[in-house]
T-cell receptor, first 118, second 110 residues
Framework: EADIYQTPRYLVIGTGKKITLECSQTMGHDKMYWYQQDPGMELHLIHYSYGVNSTEKGDLSSESTVSRIRTEHFPLTLESARPSHTSQYLC?????????????????FGPGTRLTVL | RKEVEQDPGPFNVPEGATVAFNCTYSNSASQSFFWYRQDCRKEPKLLMSVYSSGNEDGRFTAQLNRASQYISLLIRDSKLSDSATYLCVVNIWPGNKLVFGAGTILRVKS
């Protein structure tokens, strides 16, 4: 069982509110990721981090921001939520390494946060 | 063109059937390959890594063809519990990101 946690699991909020989705892992992984996934659709990478004080934008443009002040913590913030932000947000972490076929590259996912913006 | 392409399905098969999924990737610098499984409304979980020589884990067999940039997953003796979306995943040099395919839906029926 992966030691990666997300809170809240479900969030229903009104338009214009600021929200922060929490993600924590206790595996000491350097690399962490945020994905966005709509029901029945594919995963889209929106942010990632190689370590403390490192953040990068992913393949899908997102109005959210992230921070990485501690290794174990990678929160995602939306300054002003809109209905278009309604989706599932999945956090993941990876131990690192680039060995071919190695489970060093396995990403462990948190259970996700289902966000609904009214 | 997407970096990882999969047949979306759905594949509807009876219990006990053998089913195969295919996946192609476009970046020849890809170096690690995986199959993940995602149940409805759940997070993806690693099913198995894919090695160059091919590998087997119980009823599941994965194959890699680097020349054709092609990955496959074979499931034998399908169970109802195998119903899920199967994600083909590729790690591209320098290995900091995984690229996920859109997934293939499998429905096993009794």
């Amino acid at each position: 069982e992966a030691d990666i946690y997300q809170t809240p699991r479900y969030l229903v909020i009104g338009t214009g509110k600021k929200i922060t989705l929490e993600c924590s892992q206790t595996m000491g992984h350097d690399k962490m990721y945020w994905y966005q996934q709509d029901p029945g659709m594919e995963l889209h990478l929106i942010h990632y981090s190689y370590g403390v004080n490192s953040t990068e934008k992913g393949d899908l443009s997102s109005e959210s921001t992230v921070s990485r002040i501690r290794t174990e913590h990678f929160p995602l913030t939306l300054e002003s939520a809109r209905p278009s932000h309604t989706s599932q947000y999945l956090c993941a972490s990876m131990r690192g390494g680039a060995l071919s076929g190695s489970t060093h590259n396995e990403q462990f996912f948190g259970p996700g946060t289902r966000l609904t913006v009214l | 063109r997407k970096e990882v392409e999969q047949d979306p399905g759905p594949f509807n098969v009876p219990e006990g059937a053998t089913v195969a999924f295919n996946c192609t990737y476009s970046n020849s610098a890809s170096q690690s390959f995986f199959w993940y499984r995602q149940d409805c409304r759940k997070e993806p979980k690693l099913l198995m890594s894919v090695y160059s020589s091919g590998n087997e884990d119980g009823r599941f067999t994965a194959q890699l063809n680097r020349a054709s940039q092609y990955i496959s997953l074979l499931i034998r003796d399908s169970k109802l519990s195998d119903s899920a979306t199967y994600l083909c995943v590729v790690n591209i040099w320098p290995g900091n990101k995984l690229v996920f395919g859109a997934g293939t839906i499998l429905r096993v029926k009794s």
